[in-house]
């Protein structure tokens, strides 16, 4: 990873000089002016940035005043001194609908269910869990690796869906190294790598990051080759 001036200098390339990038950023407080900052209206932005880094930006600024109100203004002495029926009554709170399970625990989706039956739609967000997730109950796929490869993601939904097991198997048996791709910190560098070679896209991202280069790109793109060059025929679903 590179370090921020690095990042910074990168940007400020980009974007026509310093004075420019400056002018984007806006005025930056003093610490006092931070000192300021109310610990709520911290914990509030930082939960709104999580969930927005693996989401749709807009729909997370939409939906944000229903978090508000549920999680008590993010107030966090608040938070920390609710007993736990406080956090099982969310249950009873419409609009949550669903969950997006993206551990590395495929336990967790039992656990979920088991504990909350079907109160809320269970979703993996994790592509190289999603046939295990799929098998203990998960009903969606917020899958990374379908913008490069969406046929292959659809079946094995779709079969997984109609109890084809080991037809959907197969395909992931061999989807398994790309959907690797998406496991790691550069997931964005490697989906748009994958993008480049498996339908003729480009691999632009937004900064600070940067096309992958170098041993890691030729990496990914053995990879993303090595699977081309065995891909299998899907069956009909």
């Given at each position: 990873?590179?370090?921020?001036?690095?990042?910074?200098?990168?940007?400020?390339?980009?974007?026509?000089?310093?004075?420019?990038?400056?002018?984007?950023?806006?005025?930056?407080?003093?610490?006092?002016?931070?000192?300021?900052?109310?610990?709520?209206?911290?914990?509030?932005?930082?939960?709104?940035?999580?969930?927005?880094?693996?989401?749709?930006?807009?729909?997370?600024?939409?939906?944000?005043?229903?978090?508000?109100?549920?999680?008590?203004?993010?107030?966090?002495?608040?938070l920390?001194?609710?007993?736990?029926?406080?956090?099982?009554?969310?249950?009873?709170?419409?609009?949550?609908?669903?969950?997006?399970?993206?551990?590395?625990?495929i336990?967790?989706?039992?656990?979920?269910?088991?504990?909350?039956?079907?109160?809320?739609?269970?979703?993996?967000?994790?592509?190289?869990?999603?046939?295990?997730?799929?098998s203990?109950?998960?009903?969606?796929?917020?899958?990374?690796?379908?913008?490069?490869?969406?046929?292959?993601?659809?079946?094995?939904?779709?079969?997984?869906?109609?109890?084809?097991?080991?037809?959907?198997l197969?395909?992931?048996?061999?989807?398994?190294?790309?959907?690797?791709?998406?496991?790691?910190?550069?997931?964005?560098?490697?989906?748009?790598?994958?993008?480049?070679?498996?339908?003729?896209?480009?691999?632009?991202?937004?900064?600070?990051?940067?096309?992958?280069?170098?041993?890691?790109?030729?990496?990914?793109?053995?990879?993303?080759?090595?699977?081309?060059?065995?891909?299998?025929?899907?069956p009909?679903?």
């Amino acid at each position: 990873m590179a370090d921020f001036q690095q990042i910074r200098a990168r940007a400020a390339k980009r974007k026509g000089g310093e004075e420019a990038l400056a002018s984007l950023l806006g005025p930056m407080p003093d610490n006092t002016a931070v000192a300021k900052v109310h610990d709520d209206r911290i914990l509030s932005t930082m939960a709104e940035r999580i969930f927005a880094a693996g989401f749709v930006w807009r729909v997370i600024e939409q939906k944000w005043p229903g978090f508000e109100e549920a999680f008590l203004g993010f107030e966090p002495k608040r938070l920390l001194f609710q007993p736990d029926d406080f956090w099982h009554e969310l249950a009873s709170d419409k609009r949550f609908v669903a969950i997006k399970e993206s551990s590395d625990d495929i336990r967790r989706s039992t656990e979920i269910i088991n504990r909350l039956g079907d109160r809320y739609d269970l979703f993996t967000g994790v592509d190289n869990l999603a046939f295990e997730a799929l098998s203990v109950g998960a009903i969606g796929w917020v899958a990374g690796l379908v913008t490069a490869f969406p046929r292959e993601t659809v079946a094995i939904y779709q079969l997984m869906r109609k109890g084809r097991r080991e037809e959907a198997l197969k395909i992931y048996r061999w989807f398994r190294p790309l959907l690797d791709l998406d496991v790691s910190t550069y997931l964005v560098q490697n989906i748009k790598l994958a993008e480049v070679l498996a339908i003729g896209t480009n691999d632009r991202v937004r900064m600070p990051r940067q096309p992958l280069s170098g041993e890691r790109r030729k990496a990914v793109e053995k990879i993303v080759r090595d699977a081309l060059a065995a891909r299998p025929e899907l069956p009909a679903f």
